[in-house]
């Protein structure tokens, strides 16, 4: 038990060291890659916080992602800050902002369950799409937003952004690991399981929920807002996009929903591989068939994710053996 | 705890495996081949003009290969995907110039995806003509190294048009218009200015509306315009809606004495064969056509037909334009003895460049200056010949426009 | 004034055509629980099939759907065994990602044989219109609306006329109950799910020939159909074409009377207006269930 205590911080060491170290041993193209990796760590985390241990699946958080992007991006515009190190001091109040927002549209949302909850963030995301197209005089609408450019040249400049979504996605983790052993994470847990029950039991599920929510909107809108920093304009269709929607959640559905590694693991996955099918077979067209071919290979063959199935391949393998010994006839 | 320990080590394997070196870039001696990265749009919002990029771009390498290729050096064109999304514009140019080390790079369709990619590129020190991003926010980037290859910049566009109105005598001159148009960066610049010259010179605006570009429906839309029956209709339009738009006012039986769109009719193939007959008539201001006279244009014409098939007038303006930019990059490198990119830069701002589109030169922006400026097009007896300014126009100009089919 | 009831007009036309799409994706739903967020590319590939053999062998689109139809139906029943039965635990969440990931393999092969050149199906007959007043309404949108009340009566004959519609039916109340009385659930969702495939055709011939579209147009389709089926309740038929109905109306009264900016708008507030008042839509039976 203490080894694999031991071997499993070792491990945990050696991959911060690696993730720490990264820009030093790659090239920018390389830490570009690693910069939305990254960032889809965070995404996929902060959505498992709601969707894996609530059990409510939300297919709308795009729209927190564009909201926290346009938040920050108006916030300097606003208040007329260059580009540098400085915008980054205000991404934890694009964070505050888009958790406001998610207050309300929780309120509005969680009063539905299960199928209809999924459609009514849908429903909400579409409404923040529509509305960043079309308060033009706030957003720019169409002709999209600009982000202040920094002066940093071409070498350098992916790794400032790359420790930014780092430290955004190690606080998702962190939020994450400290959930789960709390009684807060039991309240949610127990949500999962039968809400009503949890209800009968004296689980303040209202507050709960909205909690997990909030909590899980206000990170994701945080990436976002860096997100925007970095690929400096942001148009409503790129940023509050289905399909940045849909990928988090399939990133948390490979790794494993509701474990705390899985969507770590799941964004580690498919995030490179997307960006690297879509440079290499994009022209062929061929790029989405393969993606939605890997998609279902995935969900057909590991329902539950690579996390829960390993475990319990592992697990099996090792119930066969003091089985096989004791089974065994003199 | 299991479950972090394969967590763990599935993510070091991975992070590990994923760690590169990288090289310095630096220029491909005499003689050796050259790899020209481009980021198209083949699929997503954009991907309707994407290949057509690429026919254009393919057909001026091929080109210059059989000229012994760019300053000697044989060209290869190497096309990715961007998805018509931000993120993988921004990748794909990082790739292709951090990564495989491209000789140089070409622009992507529309102002929206050119201005993050453009930023990327000016970052790694590398030159950018861009055939379709000539959107006022573009050049407010203050780009050194930017390169907007078209004969005007785009809210320039229907000046030629709004002149030849003007022009018109009196009583023939529409009294009213009704404007529609796209919340783009492309459409709405157009169609604001156009707006500010006509109602200048004593048109009244009949019809003001600008619509998201992800509309579904343009009925609507078009029911308004038609409803407000006015003798000039003038559509800031990408393909869907400028064809919507004319099919609506078909069935209405609704036809304005003058109607003009800012994107549709000039692209060939893919607007006629949804409207025949009924593209008489309709307008379209446009840099190039095919009958142009312009720099190498009949050559261009001739061999697009031998290589895709067709005829002239399926040819979309966009092969054009990705042809020009092949043209001027060449003339440039000749003109500064290498393929540098820093040393084309500097070229490109300097003399004039010429293109089937016509002469063209670049301000400390990226600007396009110098040019004949865009004209207006006209659809006639299924070709679209260049009718305004009289120097260039290849037949009078239909007016009233012939009643539809 | 006049320019509002034509809008309406417009609006009941093509909330037909949208309440014939929305009316298999709630079908879906209601029988095996369910959200198939590829409905709208199941459309688009309705349209695309009708779109060649009116190209290649210059079949007028309506009769084309005696052919696609059957086709689609089949293909339905295929997808419905090979990608959705097996889905065991977690299957509404799963079948959200399947039916995405479905839709994007779908895109992703239309794609690759057509382009993403827009295309449209023209009849002949696709401008010409008649006049109501001041007003023209074109024969397009008359023949689609009536295709589509044809098929809806022919679904809602089945679903109450049938002994097999009954097993529908019963399937939709209480899963389990119809295992229990002898229903095979499995067979029924097969159906269930070509029945769904069908009707996507025949909203696609309409859509086909109503709008340019090219393999990525599922998307904006695919939002609109989800918000419909849960403002008339998620399961119920009878409230996905009151609510098609309704919506397209407003949306297009909206377009014309304030803006077409926020006419898209307003279709999702309506539905967020509605579920706070009745969160299960309008039609939709108050059940608690787990996704």
């Not at chain 1, 939300?58 to 515009?77: D, K, N, P, R, T």
Request: glycine letters at 10%; hydrophobic letters at 50%.
């Amino acid at each position: 038990m203490r080894d694999r205590r031991v071997l499993m911080l070792l491990g945990l060491v050696a991959v911060l060291a690696v993730a720490l170290l990264l820009p030093a041993i790659s090239d920018s193209a390389t830490t570009n890659i690693a910069v939305f990796t990254v960032m889809y760590v965070g995404l996929a985390t902060a959505w498992n916080i709601m969707g894996g241990y609530t059990g409510y699946i939300s297919l709308g958080h795009a729209g927190f992602f564009g909201f926290g992007s346009y938040a920050l991006g108006l916030l300097l515009a606003k208040l007329g800050v260059a580009g540098g190190y400085e915008p980054f001091l205000f991404v934890p109040v694009a964070g505050v902002l888009t958790a406001v927002l998610a207050a309300v549209v929780g309120w509005f949302a969680l009063r539905t369950r299960a199928a209809t909850f999924v459609i009514v963030t849908i429903a909400f995301m579409f409404m923040l799409q529509l509305l960043a197209e079309n308060l033009t005089s706030l957003t720019g609408g169409g002709a999209g937003l600009a982000f202040p450019n920094p002066p940093w040249r071409g070498g350098f400049f992916n790794i400032p952004f790359y420790y930014a979504m780092l430290a955004l996605a190690l606080v998702g983790v962190a939020a994450s690991w400290w959930i789960r052993r709390s009684k807060f994470g039991l309240g949610l847990l127990a949500i999962r399981d039968d809400e009503d029950k949890a209800l009968a039991v004296g689980v303040p599920a209202g507050a709960f929920k909205l909690t997990a929510f909030v909590i899980s909107a206000a990170l994701v809108g945080m990436i976002g807002g860096v997100y925007g920093y970095y690929v400096t304009f942001i148009y409503p269709q790129f940023v509050v996009d289905p399909l940045i929607g849909i990928s988090m959640v399939l990133m948390v559905f490979l790794g494993g929903l509701g474990t705390l590694w899985g969507p770590v693991l799941g964004a580690l996955i498919l995030e490179p591989a997307q960006l690297w099918l879509a440079y290499n077979y994009g022209v062929s067209r061929l790029y989405l068939v393969l993606y939605s071919a890997v998609f279902l290979l995935v969900i057909l063959f590991m329902p539950r994710g690579i996390i829960p199935s390993a475990s319990e391949l592992i697990a099996r393998r090792r119930a066969r053996a003091p089985a096989a010994r004791v089974g065994a006839t003199p | 705890m299991r479950r972090a320990l394969i967590a763990t080590v599935a993510g070091a394997g991975l992070a590990l495996t994923a760690c590169g070196g990288g090289t310095a870039t630096a220029t491909p001696s005499p003689g050796t081949p050259i790899t020209i990265g481009v980021s198209v749009s083949l699929t997503g919002d954009f991907s309707s003009d994407g290949p057509a990029l690429v026919k254009g771009y393919d057909l001026w390498a091929e080109d210059v290969n059989k000229k012994g290729g760019l300053l000697g050096h044989p060209v290869t064109m190497k096309y990715v995907d961007d998805l018509s999304s931000t993120t993988q514009v921004v990748t794909n140019y990082q790739n292709l110039i951090s990564s495989d080390h491209v000789a140089l790079v070409f622009g992507p369709y529309s102002s929206l995806l050119t201005k993050p990619a453009a930023t990327v590129v000016d970052r790694l020190g590398y030159a950018f003509p861009e055939p379709a991003g000539g959107a006022p926010s573009v050049f407010a980037l203050n780009l050194h190294s930017l390169f907007f290859v078209q004969p005007a910049a785009i809210e320039d566009n229907l000046v030629s048009y709004t002149n030849w109105l003007l022009a018109l005598p009196a009583d023939q001159r529409p009294k009213t218009a009704a404007y529609a148009t796209e919340d783009d960066p492309f459409t709405q610049p157009q169609i604001d200015k156009a707006r500010k010259l006509l109602e200048a010179g004593g048109i009244q605006t009949v019809s003001y509306k600008v619509y998201p570009a992800e509309t579904t429906d343009f009925t609507p839309l078009a029911l308004k315009v038609a409803s407000s029956n006015a003798d000039a209709v003038i559509l800031g339009t990408q393909v869907p809606d400028a064809i919507a738009f004319v099919k609506t006012f078909i069935t209405q039986h609704y036809n304005p004495k003058t109607l003009i769109e800012t994107a549709g009719p000039d692209q060939g193939a893919q607007y006629s064969d949804k409207l025949g007959a009924n593209t008489e008539g309709i307008m379209v201001p446009a840099g190039w056509t095919s009958g142009s006279q312009a720099f190498n244009n009949p050559t261009f014409v001739a061999e697009y037909i031998a290589k895709y098939g067709g005829t002239a007038a399926d040819i979309s303006a966009d092969s054009a334009e990705g042809y020009s930019v092949g043209q001027v990059v060449e003339q440039a490198a000749t003109k500064a003895g290498s393929i540098d990119n820093q040393k084309l830069i500097d070229t490109l701002h300097t003399g004039t460049y010429q293109t089937v589109q016509g002469p063209m030169g670049f301000d400390s922006v990226g600007r396009p200056q110098g040019g004949v400026g865009v004209f207006v097009e006209q659809w006639q007896n299924g070709n679209a010949v260049f009718v305004y300014p009289a120097a260039v126009a290849a037949a009078q100009p239909e007016y009233p426009k012939h009643d539809w089919q | 004034m006049i320019l509002v009831l034509e809008a309406a007009v417009l609006g009941v036309l093509t909330g037909g055509v949208y309440a014939l799409m929305a009316s298999g994706l709630t079908l879906i739903f209601g029988v095996m629980r369910i959200i198939n967020v590829g409905h709208g590319a199941l459309v688009v590939l309705g349209a695309y099939l009708s779109f060649v053999l009116w190209r290649n062998l210059n079949i007028d689109p309506f009769v084309s759907l005696v052919v696609t139809m059957p086709v689609m139906f089949v293909l339905g029943v295929i997808l419905q065994v090979v990608f959705i039965r097996p889905l065991k635990a977690d299957r509404e969440a799963l079948s959200v990602l399947v039916t995405y990931a479905l839709a994007l393999g779908i895109e992703g092969l239309l794609g690759f044989f057509f382009t993403s050149n827009y295309v449209q199906i023209t009849a002949w007959y696709d401008t010409a219109s008649f006049p109501i007043g001041n007003f023209r309404i074109t024969y397009v949108y008359i023949y689609g609306f009536l295709l589509c009340l044809a098929i809806l009566g022919a679904i809602f004959l089945m679903l109450y006329r049938t002994t097999f519609g009954g097993a529908i039916r019963a399937t939709m109340l209480n899963r389990t109950a119809a295992q229990l009385v002898g229903i095979d659930v499995d067979r029924v969702s097969a159906v269930a799910f070509g029945i769904g495939m069908a009707t996507a055709a025949a909203g696609g011939v309409v859509f086909g020939i109503t709008n340019t579209f090219n393999p990525g147009s599922h998307y904006d389709l695919i939002s609109r159909l989800l918000t419909i089926i849960v403002l008339g309740g998620l399961g119920s038929l009878r409230g996905a074409i009151i609510a098609a109905l309704i919506m397209l109306v407003i949306e297009d009264i909206t377009a014309v009377l304030i803006s077409p900016v926020w006419a898209d708008f307003v279709f999702f507030v309506v539905l967020v207006v509605v579920l706070l008042v009745r969160p299960q839509g309008l039609f939709g039976l108050r059940v608690r269930e787990r996704l």
